[in-house]
């Protein structure tokens, strides 16, 4: 079939010859054009040329014939266009050989389909089978594996509440050394102190009071073994404070890695118990692709396994730590009550005449206490001038700030101006002076107030120099805690 033209543009089936002087204008080219075929909007799916059912669809509206007859008066029925009808050969597209293809074609594609469909039914069923087997196997294996992390778990809790039991009883064992020898630490701070006394109070001694005789050279014989005694004990209290510190941390490991192991063991086995029926189950999705384990079965098992060992090594520490604390408070006890007794042996009363020194330390007194007054005078006076320059000052400022209210080129830096900013620095600089002078005195002031407690505190250890030997020193030393209290029994 020869395709020889196209919707709504070709209007002759096959040529024909038209007059050469039958050609009317543009303009009633275009009029004639409109009135002979009225326009009827089609769809675009019907529009097209190569869809052979567009055509009738379009050819069921009747055209109206009235612009047609009133446009073709005064022309023969032969110069008129032909009917519509017969333009149904020119969209025809398919024959019957097309048409039978067509179906066989699709009976083919039919039969095809089914038998894929057939094949993917068979293969379905078969992998549900498979896949159901896999899962419940994939199932059991898992939950013997919880079965097996559960006994596991299991041991290493008991181990762990072992360990932890005899922690618990050695860092019991270590507080109370603790507290023993601390409380003899104390009681090394008595003797300690009445022997520094003694020899301050000689120290304080004018003259011939300040022999180094035998009595002193005691006496800090004394303090130097009260002072070697507590250093070994305050040695001993820090290594028996690291040790409980170290045996309190390798205690909070095992609580820790216990209860870690006991939320462990509720975790698994609750998931151990867990069936396909059992309540509580749900879709997490994503939770496969989580991965947030931290260690492996063999570091899992060296983790607990370092833990007890640390703690054994801590325990082996704190037992033996605990036997030299009890060798050093026997010790140290011995040698304290022995020097006691010696320095009580040698110890004499020597008084010697302190009033020149005495007379001494007054006459400054005086002398200082009058200079205080004087430099509190000073200060008065510096700070009164200080005072004074605040009304200059505030002068100066206010007439500099006048000043800047003048209009245009009135803001002139003129002499006046100029000495007005000069005045208000030469004031600046006088306070600034002023009140350095003010800091001296005051730190003048706070010397010779220093000096004033120095001496009166002086004076008073002067006066009491008389009966330092008989009274005060030998006083003091009517005690001495007993060897009980010595090594840390109350």
């Given amino acids: 079939m020869e395709l020889v033209g196209s919707t709504l543009m070709a209007t002759y089936a096959h040529p024909r010859s038209t007059p050469a002087n039958f050609l009317p204008a543009i303009s009633a080219m275009a009029s004639s054009y409109k009135n002979r075929f009225p326009y009827y909007a089609l769809p675009h799916g019907l529009s097209l040329p190569w869809r052979p059912d567009s055509y009738y669809k379009a050819a069921s509206i009747i055209p109206t014939l009235a612009p047609y007859s009133k446009s ?14 017969n333009r149904t050969t020119l969209f025809t597209r398919y024959t019957p050989d097309d048409w039978y293809r067509s179906n066989l074609s699709n009976y083919k594609e039919s039969e095809t389909s089914r038998h894929s469909a057939e094949r993917l039914r068979v293969d379905t069923s078969r992998m549900i089978q498979d896949k159901d087997q896999q899962t419940r196997k994939t199932q059991a294996e898992s939950t013997k594996n919880l079965g097996e992390r559960v006994n596991d778990i299991e041991f290493w809790k008991s181990e762990l509440r072992h360990e932890l039991d005899e922690m618990i009883g050695e860092t019991n064992a270590l507080t109370d050394m603790k507290r023993r020898l601390e409380r003899a630490l104390e009681e090394t701070e008595g003797p300690l102190q009445v022997a520094q006394e003694c020899l301050l109070h000689r120290e304080k001694r004018m003259g011939i009071d300040l022999v180094h005789d035998d009595v002193e050279k005691q006496l800090l014989t004394e303090v130097d073994v009260i002072r070697s005694c507590q250093e070994r004990m305050q040695r001993y209290l ?37 069936r ?47 036997g030299d604390i009890e060798n050093l408070l026997v010790l140290t ?22 009033a020149d020194a005495k007379n001494k330390i007054q006459t400054h007194l005086a002398k200082t206490l009058q200079e205080i007054f004087q430099t509190e005078m000073s200060i008065e006076a510096i700070q009164k001038a200080i005072r004074d320059k605040g009304p200059p000052l505030k002068v100066a400022h206010t007439r500099l700030d006048e000043r800047t209210w003048r209009p245009n080129v009135e803001l ?5 101006q100029i000495r007005l900013v000069n005045e208000v620095h030469e ?64």
């Fill in 72 to 85: 073709s008066q005064g022309l023969t029925p032969s110069k008129m266009l032909p009917f519509i009808s």
């Fill in 238 to 274: 820090d290594k028996a404070i690291a040790q409980l510190a170290s045996s309190r941390a390798a205690q909070h490991e095992l609580e820790k890695d216990l209860a870690d192991k006991q939320a462990a063991h509720r975790i698994d086995d609750k998931c151990h118990h867990l």
């Fill in 276 to 322: 396909n029926t059992s309540d509580g189950i749900s879709y997490y999705r994503g939770v496969e692709r989580v991965d947030a384990t931290i260690s492996v079965p063999e570091s899992w098992a060296k983790f607990t396994d370092d833990n007890v060992l640390r703690s054994q090594s801590e325990r082996a520490a704190s037992s033996k730590l605990r």
């Fill in 333 to 354: 006890a011995n040698e304290m009550w022995n020097q006691f007794n010696r320095v009580n042996v040698a110890f004499t009363n020597r008084i010697a005449e302190t």
């Fill in 412 to 416: 002139c830096r003129d002499s006046a």
């Fill in 427 to 490: 004031i600046d600089d006088t306070i600034q002076s002023l009140q350095q002078r003010l800091r001296d005195a005051e730190d003048t002031l706070q010397m010779l107030v220093h000096t004033k407690s120095t001496l009166e505190h002086d004076l008073a250890i002067k006066a009491n120099s008389l009966f330092i030997d008989q009274e005060k020193c030998m006083g003091m030393r009517k005690t001495f805690p007993n060897a009980l209290r010595l090594v840390g029994y109350v």
